[in-house]
């Protein structure tokens, strides 16, 4: 018998077995190395493609096709969980995970790199939603459950932290592939550990694996993500009409399909339950607000005021600290109050703190920022961890695998609509300063480009009219993060108004399952 398995006393009550925390330690490593994995890449882009010398469409693929796979495969991958067993999935994925970080590693070309991240997408697709189903299956005890995911979340924050410290110690220290090298040992301690205190679970009544529904649910996905990416970098284009178009044909083809099936892919009757539905749709819409917040605002970091990376990392980690000491009090607050109190308090944090963002300029102080990033933590802390107990308590253990996968892609599709969205924001305010006059016309296409563009340019141009170009171009960007910061603070204060009526009557669960 495992040892996280519950066992049952003579009076039928539940005696519970201390492995269960020692199982959920081997959860959050693995949610801990697809954070930090999740962070890395940027770091390493400059030494990567000094090497193997990418083209510009290229080296966007390498950066975006591990996301886009993910994206596409999280449903099918956490219903797939259901089926065969989460704990099968896991520790199959979490070796293939392993075995493809040597392949991203010691690519060889631009090609094998693209490939190599897409075979890595999909082995990160089984990690999450398996972990937090197996978390669903093994705590019986709603409020130890509770505990369980906020120890979850604020691993995932602080993985997303140390990420790039960690990154940029291994740069500077070995070749940029390391920064894959270092998921070997993490994976082999799982995977060993895991096989003997993780307990398996599965739906025993789920049914075959659609496979139709899984290629619609690919294809849906990964053509709506790519369209709003695309659309915020290059317009309105025929190629993106056609990815909308397939992307969002294929995704109404997929829910028609699982109403049709006996044993569906995703049941589409949870969204029918208010409290999964308003859980889903304010983690999408947090994430849309938050993503080109953090996207940028390490760009304004570095590039405006000046911080070297590594520094500018520190910087970025009073959210995740934030995040991590209210993710595990969360819970205990959401009884001790109100489910919708403490969600939309979090949500409406988030928000006036993204506010306080629209008062930054070239020579604010660490303070102010360093204030702001903290209450996004508290706030994000608080919401996320209660939204993803009220996703877990909604639904029967059974379907407790596509219920992750659910809440994940709400998490993916918010990020790719933010970055993008939001980042449309920057990127038009930004592209309308105007350059100094005297700079030649090359080097002002080049620095309209991008602000790292710009700073490239300026090296070019003799240092006066290149510290003018430079201080114009940083202006338009701050400008733009401004606009994009108070967008997305009016999303995240709307996110929760709707769900303080959405939210209304949810309560976590009290009594233990049996």
Do not use: C
Request: proline share 4%; glycine share 12%; charged share 10%.
């Amino acid at each position: 018998m495992s040892g996280t398995q519950a066992l049952t006393g003579p009076s039928g009550t539940e005696v519970k077995s201390p492995g269960r925390w020692l199982a959920l330690s081997v959860l959050v490593l693995a949610v801990l190395l697809v954070a930090v994995d999740a962070t890395v890449l940027g770091l390493a882009t400059p030494a990567l493609s000094e090497d193997l010398e990418p083209s510009g469409s290229q080296l966007l693929w390498i950066g975006d096709i591990y996301s886009f796979v993910i994206a596409g495969l999280l449903v099918s991958m956490g219903s797939l969980g259901d089926r065969i067993g989460r704990k099968k999935l896991l520790l199959t994925g979490a070796t293939a995970f392993g075995a493809v970080s040597v392949l991203n590693a010691y690519a060889t070309s631009p090609e094998m790199m693209i490939v190599a991240r897409a075979l890595l997408g999909v082995a990160g697709a089984t990690l999450m939603p398996s972990t937090l189903a197996l978390i669903r299956n093994i705590f019986h005890d709603p409020k130890e459950r509770s505990l369980a995911i906020g120890i979850w979340g604020a691993t995932a924050s602080a993985g997303a932290a140390v990420g790039p410290v960690i990154g940029g110690f291994l740069l500077q220290h070995f070749y940029w592939g390391s920064v894959f090298l270092i998921n070997l040992p993490v994976m082999a301690v799982l995977v060993l550990v895991g096989i003997k205190l993780l307990p398996e679970s599965k739906n025993a009544v789920a049914g075959p694996w659609d496979l139709i529904s899984v290629a619609l649910s690919l294809v849906g996905v990964i053509g709506v993500v790519y369209a709003v990416k695309e659309a915020a970098t290059h317009g309105l284009t025929g190629e993106v009409w056609a990815a909308a178009v397939i992307g969002a044909g294929s995704l109404y083809a997929f829910v028609r399909r699982q109403f049709t099936l006996a044993s569906p892919l995703l049941d589409m009757r949870l969204f029918r339950h208010r409290g999964f539905s308003g859980a889903v749709l304010a983690d999408l819409l947090t994430v849309f607000g938050l993503s080109g917040l953090v996207f940028f605002l390490s760009q304004f970091l570095q590039l405006v005021q000046g911080r070297e990376p590594f520094e500018a990392g520190l910087a970025e980690l009073p959210a995740a600290l934030g995040a991590v000491v209210t993710g595990l009090i969360a819970g205990r607050y959401a009884r001790r109050y109100s489910v919708r109190g403490i969600v939309t308090g979090g949500l409406a944090a988030i928000g006036l703190a993204l506010g306080a963002i629209t008062l930054v300029h070239k020579e604010t102080g660490y303070p102010l920022l360093g204030a702001a990033l903290l209450v996004v933590g508290l706030g994000a802390g608080f919401s996320f961890t209660v939204t993803a107990d009220v996703i877990l308590s909604s639904v029967p253990k059974e379907q407790a695998g596509s219920a992750s996968a659910v809440s994940e892609t709400a998490y993916e599709l918010g990020a790719a609509l933010g970055i993008a969205l939001l980042g449309s924001i920057v990127t038009g305010v930004y592209k309308g300063f105007t350059a100094p006059a005297g700079v030649p016309a090359e080097a002002a296409r080049a620095a309209h480009e991008s602000l790292g563009g710009a700073v490239e340019a300026a090296h070019g141009l003799d240092p006066a009219t290149g510290t003018a170009m430079v201080e114009a171009a940083q202006a338009a960007f701050t400008d733009g993060l401004r606009l994009a910061a108070g967008v997305g603070a009016l999303v995240l204060l709307g996110t929760a108004v709707a769900a303080w009526f959405l939210l209304r009557g949810q309560k976590l669960q009290d009594g233990i399952e049996h």
